[in-house]
Structures are given as structure tokens and as C-alpha cells.
């Protein structure tokens, strides 16, 4: 069975600031790993996923992630908080099976302040 | 408009009551996902179909909830002799089917429908 561990309910940052937004997992096979963003009442959208590839994966809205695999980590992390990052993220991994379905973790709230 | 659309986007139902959802994906994609997501948790995956065969159900779909996919395009999802803790957001995703190296391709979610049960 696959799942992932995000570390932190609620995160609050300065705009400006450095956002992190913690993420473990825990996988028997070589994990697929996504983050997703939730703006209220809207549904999922896709910040970037890790496929087995280059490990420093770059996703929109100026966000990236680093797949360390010692670590069983998949930090989302980007330089420098927006007003418009504050958000609910999820971290997700799948384990590349013909369902492709998707394991969440209980979400990040991230707050932007001035 | 072409994204994942979800109908109704709010259902506010009596205990007892039957209700239905449904989904129409984006129009090329053949995989669609139906998952459940309560207050403060992640989405729970509850079942996919690849066209219109059904080919995994999750054990939080009790025998109260089928899940259909005719001719493999809108999906429905239906809740019977509803119980109020399955007041939650259904959240309906779709995708196409990778390919080699490519499998793991983008899921695009709707905005949900979320149900109420008083």
C-alpha cells in the first residue's frame, strides 16, 4: 500500500517569503508523485508530477519540487510567496498500476500575509 | 469551456433520500475517476472506468453507490438511502491513457458537487 505523509496542516508565510510545503511518502515500488493545488469550492489542478525522471521537477506558477529518494521526501517549495499562492495542497502518489488512481495526502493550508 | 463538468455543483438531500451526479470529462480522455473528499481530509478514490468498463472499486463504495459509464462518455455516480455521513465533495477526474514512458498523464479534476445529507 501506498501513502503520503504531509507534515504540517497549516503553513503561514509573508508574501515574498520562501514557501516549503513538506510531503513524505511511502511506497513498495518506485513511486509516481504529483502536487495539487485546491482554491476553495474548485476542484484539483495539477502543480507537477515526478515520473522516474530528472529529480528537480519544475512546475507552474513558479513552483518546484525535488524528489530525494533517501529521504522519502517530495517538498513543494517556491522563492517567493504570492497573495495569490494561499491555497489548500496536496501531495499525491500513485504507483504507476493500470489504474493510475491517486493516493492524497490530508492537504496543506497555506496562508499569504503582507 | 472543455474541461471536467460536474452537475449539480451543490445537492442538498434528505437522509434516506437517493441521489445522482454526474460527469462528463474532457472528450478524448478514455480513463475517468470518481473520488470522495470530506472536511479537512484529501480526496479518497472511489472507483475508474477506462471507457466504460468499470475496473476498480475502492471499499469505501458500499453497496449504496454504483457507478455507471454507458458508451464510455458521462459518468453517474449514485447514492442510495443516503446517510449523512455522505455529506462530502464528489470530485469526478479524467485522463488519456499514457504511453511508454508518458503513462502517468495529467488528471484533470472537475469542481466537484457538493452533497449535503439532512
Known amino acids: 500500500a501506498q501513502s503520503v505523509t504531509q507534515l504540517g496542516s497549516h503553513v503561514s508565510v509573508s508574501e515574498g517569503a520562501l514557501v516549503l510545503l513538506r510531503c513524505n511518502y511511502s511506497?513498495?515500488?518506485?513511486?509516481?508523485l504529483f502536487w495539487y493545488v485546491q482554491y476553495p469550492n474548485q476542484g484539483l489542478q495539477l502543480l507537477l508530477k515526478y515520473t522516474s525522471a530528472a529529480t528537480l521537477v519544475k512546475g507552474i506558477n513558479g513552483f518546484e519540487a525535488e524528489f530525494k529518494k533517501s529521504e522519502t521526501s517530495f517538498h513543494l517549495t517556491k522563492p517567493s510567496a504570492h497573495m495569490s499562492d494561499a491555497a489548500e495542497y496536496f501531495c499525491?502518489?500513485?504507483?504507476?498500476?493500470?489504474?493510475?488512481?491517486?493516493?492524497f495526502g490530508t492537504g496543506t493550508r497555506l496562508q499569504v500575509t503582507l | 469551456d472543455t474541461g471536467v463538468s460536474q452537475n449539480p455543483r451543490h445537492k442538498i438531500t434528505k437522509r434516506g433520500q437517493n441521489v445522482t451526479f454526474r460527469c462528463d470529462p474532457i472528450s478524448e480522455h478514455n480513463r475517468l475517476y470518481w473520488y470522495r473528499q470530506t472536511l479537512g481530509q484529501g480526496p479518497e478514490f472511489l472507483t475508474y472506468?477506462?471507457?466504460?468498463?468499470?475496473?476498480?472499486k475502492s471499499r469505501l463504495l458500499s453497496d449504496r453507490f454504483s457507478a455507471e459509464r454507458p458508451k464510455g462518455s458521462f459518468s453517474t455516480l449514485e447514492i442510495q438511502r443516503t446517510e449523512q455521513g455522505d455529506s462530502a465533495m464528489y470530485l469526478c477526474?479524467?485522463?488519456?491513457?499514457?504511453?511508454?514512458?508518458?503513462?502517468?498523464?495529467?488528471?484533470?479534476f472537475g469542481q466537484g458537487t457538493r452533497l449535503t445529507v439532512v
Open positions: 472506468f477506462q471507457n466504460e468498463a468499470q475496473l476498480e
Open positions: 477526474a479524467s485522463s488519456s491513457l499514457g504511453q511508454g514512458a508518458n503513462w502517468a498523464t495529467e488528471a484533470f
Open positions: 511506497s513498495s515500488v518506485p513511486p509516481y
Open positions: 499525491a502518489v500513485s504507483d504507476g498500476g493500470t489504474a493510475s488512481k491517486l493516493t
